[in-house]
Nanobody, 126 residues
């Protein structure tokens, strides 16, 4: 059974860089033909796809966040990490990591991802 677990600070100050890790158990992040994504949900709003890293290591980012987003992986820890720079209070959200079996650019339909983390609340405030 594949499990994903997000970890990182729950509170970040404006202008800082948010860094969240997603640790995967029950499967390898380098197994072919899986895609590992970050998705967030601001309070009172819908899900927003942020970016994806493929098992090849290729990355794909939301155009609206591309200038501030980086996703990379640590295969020794079987985890992938989201970094979001220059955060503002508008980046306050529950952040999820998820896996899919196909590349889902911009897609937030939950059923299309076969595994999700439980989500972690991140608040941007001074």
């Amino acid at each position: 059974q594949v499990q994903l677990q997000e970890s990182g600070p729950g509170l970040v100050k404006p202008s800082q860089t948010l860094s969240l890790a997603c640790t995967v158990s029950g499967g390898s992040i380098t197994t072919n033909y899986y895609y590992w994504s970050w998705i967030r949900q601001p309070p009172g709003k819908g899900l927003e796809w942020m970016g994806t890293i493929a098992t090849s290591g290729s990355t794909y980012y939301s155009p609206s966040l591309k200038s501030r987003t980086s996703i990379f992986r640590d295969t020794s820890k079987n985890q992938f990490t989201l970094q979001l720079s220059s955060v503002t209070p508008e980046d306050t959200a529950v952040y999820y990591c998820a896996r899919s079996t196909e590349l889902l650019l911009g897609v937030t339909e939950a059923a299309l991802y076969d595994y999700w983390g439980q989500g972690t609340q991140v608040t941007v405030s001074s």
